[in-house]
């Protein structure tokens, strides 16, 4: 399913331009609790990552990016290649699922940011990351994750809206919400 919503990353990042309340909270994250090494699981374009690493530049800090899309991911390489020389030197970035990706080394700060985790809708799959991620957090180490609440006023105003729509766009908007509702509920 990812493959299909993130196949043109460029326009994932014209969607996000201007997005930085995020950027900014995770930046006050490291500020605050000083870890050395972090991990973003779904780290998508490096919106995040990138400007996470610039952070506490005279201290120790490693930041690991795992994204499951490729095209997101050659464009979080973009992103570090063309960034300042520290974080070229403090990130990386791999291929992976959130739910099972692994490694030896262990993690002071784990974050999933930008509602990514909804891309599972499964109780089970959201259960395996929340594993994996105890699984890589050191002793005392923090999840921290955000997701964005429906807002259901915003909701009905758009549905107030359908009758601005010229008849065909609107046609397809239900068409693909209902779409859309009959594939989650079949997971
Ligand atoms: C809303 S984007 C957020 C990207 C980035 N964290 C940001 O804040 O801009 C969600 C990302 O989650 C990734 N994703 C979805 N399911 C995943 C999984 N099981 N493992 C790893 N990444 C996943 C998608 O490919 C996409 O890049």
Redesign the pocket.
Known sequence: ???T??RRPQD?ELE?RGDDD?VAFYGQLVERFEPRRIL??????????APIAERRPDAPLEVVG????ES?LALAHQRVGEASELVRQRVSLHK????T?SSDRLFDLVI?????IT??LRLE?RLQ?WRNARRLLSPGGRLVIDVTMADIRTFSASLDRYDEMPSHLAEKVVAEHKKDTADAASH
């Open positions: 399913m990812t493959d919503i993130y994932y996000h995020d973003e699981l779904a780290c998508g374009s490096g919106r995040l990552t795992v994204e499951l899309s997101m992976g699922d959130m739910r990706w999933i940011g930008c509602s990514s891309h599972l799959d990351v």
